[in-house]
Protein backbone atom coordinates (compact mmCIF):
# COMPACT_ATOMS: atom_id res chain seq x y z
CA UNK A 1 0.00 0.00 0.00
CA UNK A 2 0.93 3.34 -1.00
CA UNK A 3 2.76 5.59 2.70
CA UNK A 4 -0.05 7.40 3.76
CA UNK A 5 2.19 9.95 5.28
CA UNK A 6 3.80 10.77 1.69
CA UNK A 7 0.19 10.70 -0.01
CA UNK A 8 -1.39 13.43 2.70
CA UNK A 9 1.93 15.70 1.87
CA UNK A 10 1.43 15.18 -1.79
CA UNK A 11 -2.30 15.73 -1.50
CA UNK A 12 -0.91 19.47 0.22
CA UNK A 13 1.25 20.06 -2.26
CA UNK A 14 -1.72 19.69 -4.99
CA UNK A 15 -4.42 22.34 -2.96
CA UNK A 16 -1.41 24.49 -2.96
CA UNK A 17 -0.99 24.64 -6.73
CA UNK A 18 -4.27 24.55 -7.90
CA UNK A 19 -5.65 27.91 -8.62
CA UNK A 20 -8.85 28.57 -6.27
CA UNK A 21 -12.12 29.13 -8.65
CA UNK A 22 -15.63 27.99 -7.95
CA UNK A 23 -16.39 24.16 -9.35
CA UNK A 24 -19.86 23.56 -10.69
CA UNK A 25 -20.90 21.46 -7.34
CA UNK A 26 -20.31 25.32 -4.87
CA UNK A 27 -21.84 28.18 -3.70
CA UNK A 28 -25.90 27.18 -4.84
CA UNK A 29 -28.64 28.57 -2.59
CA UNK A 30 -29.90 25.08 -1.21
CA UNK A 31 -28.90 21.23 -1.77
CA UNK A 32 -31.59 20.73 -4.96
CA UNK A 33 -29.52 23.41 -7.16
CA UNK A 34 -26.33 21.85 -5.68
CA UNK A 35 -27.10 18.21 -7.27
CA UNK A 36 -28.33 19.62 -10.37
CA UNK A 37 -25.35 21.61 -10.94
CA UNK A 38 -23.08 18.47 -10.07
CA UNK A 39 -25.67 16.40 -12.85
CA UNK A 40 -25.45 18.79 -14.90
CA UNK A 41 -21.49 19.26 -14.95
CA UNK A 42 -20.55 15.83 -16.22
CA UNK A 43 -18.49 15.49 -19.31
CA UNK A 44 -19.29 20.07 -18.97
CA UNK A 45 -16.99 22.39 -17.86
CA UNK A 46 -17.40 23.76 -14.81
CA UNK A 47 -17.24 27.57 -15.50
CA UNK A 48 -20.23 26.43 -18.25
CA UNK A 49 -22.34 24.89 -16.15
CA UNK A 50 -22.43 27.66 -13.67
CA UNK A 51 -23.79 30.25 -16.20
CA UNK A 52 -25.85 27.93 -17.49
CA UNK A 53 -27.62 26.63 -14.20
CA UNK A 54 -27.80 30.57 -13.02
CA UNK A 55 -30.54 31.01 -15.75
CA UNK A 56 -32.23 27.17 -14.92
CA UNK A 57 -32.30 28.03 -11.25
CA UNK A 58 -34.18 31.81 -12.11
CA UNK A 59 -36.68 29.96 -14.13
CA UNK A 60 -36.85 26.75 -12.04
CA UNK A 61 -35.30 27.15 -8.23
CA UNK A 62 -36.62 24.56 -5.94
CA UNK A 63 -37.43 20.55 -6.73
CA UNK A 64 -40.77 21.33 -7.09
CA UNK A 65 -41.33 24.09 -10.12
CA UNK A 66 -38.49 22.07 -11.88
CA UNK A 67 -40.47 18.75 -11.58
CA UNK A 68 -43.64 20.60 -13.46
CA UNK A 69 -41.57 21.65 -16.06
CA UNK A 70 -41.57 21.11 -19.84
CA UNK A 71 -38.35 19.17 -20.78
CA UNK A 72 -38.07 21.20 -23.89
CA UNK A 73 -37.74 24.25 -21.93
CA UNK A 74 -35.29 23.07 -20.15
CA UNK A 75 -33.38 21.55 -23.17
CA UNK A 76 -33.49 25.23 -24.56
CA UNK A 77 -31.85 26.82 -21.18
CA UNK A 78 -29.38 23.95 -20.52
CA UNK A 79 -28.17 23.34 -24.29
CA UNK A 80 -24.74 24.64 -23.99
CA UNK A 81 -23.97 21.57 -21.67
CA UNK A 82 -22.66 18.06 -23.30
CA UNK A 83 -25.92 15.94 -23.10
CA UNK A 84 -28.27 18.79 -22.78
CA UNK A 85 -31.21 16.42 -24.24
CA UNK A 86 -30.55 13.03 -21.90
CA UNK A 87 -29.66 15.95 -19.31
CA UNK A 88 -33.01 17.52 -19.80
CA UNK A 89 -35.36 14.38 -19.07
CA UNK A 90 -33.25 13.36 -16.44
CA UNK A 91 -33.42 16.66 -13.90
CA UNK A 92 -36.81 16.45 -14.45
CA UNK A 93 -37.42 13.51 -13.71
CA UNK A 94 -34.92 13.81 -10.89
CA UNK A 95 -37.09 16.43 -9.49
CA UNK A 96 -40.21 14.54 -9.59
CA UNK A 97 -38.64 11.67 -7.99
CA UNK A 98 -36.96 14.24 -5.39
CA UNK A 99 -40.71 15.48 -4.51
CA UNK A 100 -42.75 12.33 -4.86
CA UNK A 101 -40.56 9.68 -3.01
CA UNK A 102 -38.34 11.54 -0.90
CA UNK A 103 -40.58 14.68 0.51
CA UNK A 104 -39.08 17.36 -1.59
CA UNK A 105 -35.47 16.57 0.44
CA UNK A 106 -32.30 14.83 -0.97
CA UNK A 107 -31.46 11.70 0.71
CA UNK A 108 -28.15 11.45 2.32
CA UNK A 109 -27.42 8.03 1.10
CA UNK A 110 -25.45 6.69 -2.16
CA UNK A 111 -28.09 3.88 -2.01
CA UNK A 112 -31.04 6.32 -2.13
CA UNK A 113 -29.04 9.00 -4.08
CA UNK A 114 -27.99 6.57 -6.91
CA UNK A 115 -32.01 5.44 -7.41
CA UNK A 116 -32.60 9.18 -9.07
CA UNK A 117 -32.39 9.37 -12.91
CA UNK A 118 -29.09 11.12 -13.62
CA UNK A 119 -27.39 10.25 -10.46
CA UNK A 120 -24.75 7.99 -10.56
CA UNK A 121 -21.96 7.34 -7.81
CA UNK A 122 -18.99 9.89 -8.31
CA UNK A 123 -22.25 12.57 -8.38
CA UNK A 124 -23.62 10.94 -5.16
CA UNK A 125 -20.39 10.90 -3.20
CA UNK A 126 -19.64 14.67 -4.45
CA UNK A 127 -22.86 15.80 -3.33
CA UNK A 128 -22.58 14.51 0.02
CA UNK A 129 -18.82 15.99 0.43
CA UNK A 130 -20.48 19.38 -0.31
CA UNK A 131 -22.52 18.72 2.63
CA UNK A 132 -19.77 17.51 5.44
CA UNK A 133 -20.08 14.11 4.99
CA UNK A 134 -17.25 11.71 4.41
CA UNK A 135 -17.56 11.02 1.34
CA UNK A 136 -14.83 10.77 -2.12
CA UNK A 137 -15.78 11.49 -5.70
CA UNK A 138 -14.15 9.89 -8.42
CA UNK A 139 -14.11 11.63 -12.06
CA UNK A 140 -11.60 11.64 -14.29
CA UNK A 141 -9.15 14.07 -12.94
CA UNK A 142 -9.16 11.78 -10.05
CA UNK A 143 -8.57 8.61 -11.66
CA UNK A 144 -5.56 10.39 -13.50
CA UNK A 145 -4.04 11.86 -11.07
CA UNK A 146 -4.00 9.42 -8.14
CA UNK A 147 -2.90 6.42 -10.58
CA UNK A 148 0.00 9.17 -11.71
CA UNK A 149 0.79 9.25 -8.59
CA UNK A 150 0.52 5.84 -7.52
CA UNK A 151 -2.08 5.85 -4.52
CA UNK A 152 -4.14 3.34 -7.48
CA UNK A 153 -3.72 1.30 -9.67
CA UNK A 154 -7.01 1.01 -11.78
CA UNK A 155 -9.15 2.94 -13.73
CA UNK A 156 -12.17 1.48 -12.40
CA UNK A 157 -14.28 3.73 -10.46
CA UNK A 158 -15.66 1.98 -6.81
CA UNK A 159 -11.62 0.60 -6.51
CA UNK A 160 -10.09 3.80 -6.94
CA UNK A 161 -12.95 5.34 -4.41
CA UNK A 162 -12.31 2.34 -1.97
CA UNK A 163 -8.40 2.32 -2.43
CA UNK A 164 -8.33 6.21 -1.58
CA UNK A 165 -10.61 5.68 1.44
CA UNK A 166 -8.14 3.50 2.55
CA UNK A 167 -4.67 5.80 1.79
CA UNK A 168 -6.16 8.79 3.44
CA UNK A 169 -7.68 9.30 6.76
CA UNK A 170 -11.57 10.31 6.97
CA UNK A 171 -11.63 13.67 7.78
CA UNK A 172 -9.94 14.29 4.27
CA UNK A 173 -11.87 12.33 1.86
CA UNK A 174 -14.11 15.10 0.99
CA UNK A 175 -10.89 17.30 -0.15
CA UNK A 176 -9.35 14.88 -2.51
CA UNK A 177 -11.87 15.56 -5.34
CA UNK A 178 -12.13 19.34 -5.39
CA UNK A 179 -7.85 19.40 -5.41
CA UNK A 180 -7.57 17.34 -8.12
CA UNK A 181 -9.82 18.78 -9.73
CA UNK A 182 -8.43 22.37 -9.46
CA UNK A 183 -5.31 20.87 -10.24
CA UNK A 184 -6.16 19.17 -13.32
CA UNK A 185 -8.09 22.63 -14.66
CA UNK A 186 -5.30 24.76 -13.58
CA UNK A 187 -2.48 22.68 -15.90
CA UNK A 188 -4.40 21.91 -18.94
CA UNK A 189 -1.05 21.10 -21.01
CA UNK A 190 -0.75 17.14 -20.25
CA UNK A 191 3.29 18.09 -20.48
CA UNK A 192 2.80 20.75 -17.52
CA UNK A 193 0.35 18.83 -15.42
CA UNK A 194 3.08 15.73 -16.13
CA UNK A 195 5.98 17.67 -15.24
CA UNK A 196 4.60 19.03 -12.10
CA UNK A 197 3.36 15.57 -11.00
CA UNK A 198 6.40 14.50 -11.65
CA UNK A 199 8.25 16.49 -9.31
CA UNK A 200 4.83 15.99 -6.39
CA UNK A 201 6.13 12.50 -7.03
CA UNK A 202 9.59 13.23 -5.36
CA UNK A 203 8.24 14.25 -1.75
CA UNK A 204 8.86 12.02 0.79
Known sequence: MFPREKAIKQLEKIKLMGRKMRLAAEGWENPFQTLIAIVLSARTRDETTIEVCKKLFERFPTAERLSKANPAEVEKIIMP???????????????????KKFGS????????????????????NVFLSEFSHDALGVDTHVTYISNYLGWVSSDKQEIIERTLKELFPK??????????????????????????????????
Open 81 to 99: VNFFQNKSKNIVNCARDIV
Open 105 to 124: KIPESIEKMTELPGVGRKTA
Open 171 to 204: NLWSSVNPALVRFGKTYTSSYEKNRLLDEIKKIE
